[in-house]
């Protein structure tokens, strides 16, 4: 049952990872405004069977079990804002800020790491 339900989702699912998704018009004060977002979803199911060897802490048992779960988040990154001279991007700084940590800190720890393993072979030569 788990499997199909599994099955099920995957197809409605179109693609995977982060996409970017566009609000309802709306206007606000005369300006004519689109919010943009970055949607990232994710699910995930599970299954066991089996049984359990006794241990110290737990006697013998049966083993079964299934389990699943998923979530979404979208992140609002900006809008479009409809101008004199068109459609012009206004971008949401703290949104933006909270979405380039992550990159930034990744691409520090491997700064580090390539540091590290530089060190460590100099004072093995």
Known sequence: MAERLVEKLAGSVPSWGARIAYGEKSTVGGQ???????VAFGFGAGEGSGETPPTE?????KGEG?????????????????????????????????????IVMSIAAAIASVTAVRSAVKLLR
Do not use: C, E, M, R
């Not at 802490?57 to 048992?61: A, D, E, F, I, Y």
């Open 32 to 38: 004519d405004i689109v919010p943009v977002a970055i």
């Open 66 to 102: 299934s389990g699943g779960g998923g979530g979404g988040v979208a992140l609002p990154i900006g809008a479009y804002i409809h101008g004199p001279s068109g459609a012009v991007f206004k971008p949401n700084s703290i949104a933006l800020v909270i979405a380039a940590t992550p």
């Open 57 to 61: 802490k737990l006697p013998q048992g």
